[in-house]
Structures are given as C-alpha cells and as structure tokens.
T-cell receptor
Framework: GAVVSQHPSWVICKSGTSVKIECRSL??????MFWYRQFPKQSLMLMAT?????????EQGVEKDKFLINHASLTLSTLTVTSAHPEDSSFYIC??????????????FGPGTRLTVL | GQSLEQPSEVTAVEGAIVQINCTYQ??????LSWYQQHDGGAPTFLSY??LDGLEETGRFSSFLSRSDSYGYLLLQELQMKDSASYFC??????????WGAGTKLIIKP
C-alpha cells in the first residue's frame, strides 16, 4: 500500500495567491521529509529537506521565503508556495526515508501535486 | 561535482530484454536505487543495491559494481506497461538522493 500521501493531487490558482501542499507519511513516523520539484521531461530537483521540529534546509537557489516548509509533526510536512507565479507551475513531490524490510537508505515518494498558476 | 549518467532513451520490443546502465560519481555512497515514473505520475521505487551483485525482483533485476561505480537495471519479458522513464539515484554521504536525468524506455509491439 501507499507509504506517503499528498494533498491536493492537483491545483490551479491565480498568480499572486498562495498554495499549501500537504505530505503525510502513512503508518510510520518520519523525522525527515524531502520536497522535490519536477519540470516536464526533466529529472527531480531537490528543493529542501524538511526536519520535524526544526527549520527546513533549502537547496541552493531555492527561496526559503517563497517556499515555506513546516514539519510540525512526525507524519506531516507542508509546503506553501507563496505569491505563486506562472513560472512556479510544476510537479511537486514529497518523499520520506522508509525504514523497513526492503531498504534503509532510499526514499519513497508521494503521488505528487501538479500546480498550475494562471 | 556529483553526477549520474544514464542513456536518455532506449527502445525495445515487447517480450524482449532491456538493460539500462547507470554510472555515477558522488561524494560518498550508501546505495543505488532505481525508480520508475510513468508520464504524469510520481516515481515508484523499484530496487535498491547497497552491495555488489544482482538483486532480482520478478521481471526486474538490478546490478551494482561499487568498484566500477556502475549499475544497471534489467527488465525482462517487456510489456507495454513498462513504457516509462527510469531513474537511477545514489544515496550519498549526506543521505540525499542524487538523481540521474532519467532514461525513457520506449516499447514497440
């Protein structure tokens, strides 16, 4: 079954508005979650590492004031795209480390959120 | 810098076998993962290799040679539903995933 869920799966908004995307780990606790962005026909780009109870770590070139990350609990991390613009339209995907029988050093991904900014 | 190299596109025939190679250069190495991504979907975990050798999971197998910084994903008995992009990714010393650019697998009937 699914290990990670995201909500919403897709969203369309007007330029200048803010959009919140939720990422939940199912049936297990995740102290660390990752947020990625993927543009069409490109690979995934890590935006930030979300740490429960502390500030997120952002990758170089990612504006922390524009992409607000809150990891308030061990099962929920949120990404808020503030004052969204058309160039922010992308596929946003979260992931978590899964400690289980399959692997200890890789990540499982949520289903993604497709954001379209008009 | 860190980099992973994999072919951009591979074409194969339904029922055949295809191998997607991946070479890497990273700061630290914990393991090599493979993910499948269909158009419009999120990556789906396929396999993980931390040690040298072959891991088999049904029709899919993954191989790793740490001394050669090389791995491959082997897909057997190809089905049309296997048409997707396949990404290799290395878990580096910071426990981050370093991604390849992806290989688009095109399967012809």
């Amino acid at each position: 079954g699914a290990v990670v869920s995201q909500h919403p799966s897709w969203v369309i908004c007007k330029s200048g508005t803010s959009v919140k995307i939720e990422c939940r780990s199912l049936d297990f606790q995740a102290t660390t979650m990752f947020w990625y962005r993927q543009f069409p026909k490109q690979s995934l780009m890590l935006m930030a590492t979300s740490n429960e109870g502390s500030k997120a770590t952002y990758e170089q070139g990612v504006e922390k004031d524009k992409f607000l990350i809150n990891h308030a609990s061990l099962t929920l991390s949120t990404l808020t795209v503030t004052s969204a613009h058309p160039e922010d339209s992308s596929f946003y995907i979260c992931s978590v480390w899964f400690i289980g029988s399959v692997s200890t050093d890789t990540q499982y991904f949520g289903p993604g959120t497709r954001l379209t900014v008009l | 810098g860190q980099s992973l190299e994999q072919p951009s596109e591979v074409t194969a025939v339904e029922g055949a076998i295809v191998q997607i190679n991946c070479t890497y250069q990273t700061s630290g190495f914990y393991g090599l993962s493979w993910y499948q991504q269909h158009d419009g979907g999120a990556p789906t975990f396929l396999s993980y290799n931390a040690l040298d050798g072959l891991e088999e999971t049904g029709r899919f197998s993954s191989f790793l040679s740490r001394s050669d910084s090389y791995g491959y994903l082997l897909l057997q008995e190809l089905q049309m539903k296997d048409s997707a992009s396949y990404f290799c990714a290395v878990t580096d010393s910071n426990y981050q995933l370093i991604w390849g650019a992806g290989t688009k697998l095109i399967i012809k009937p």
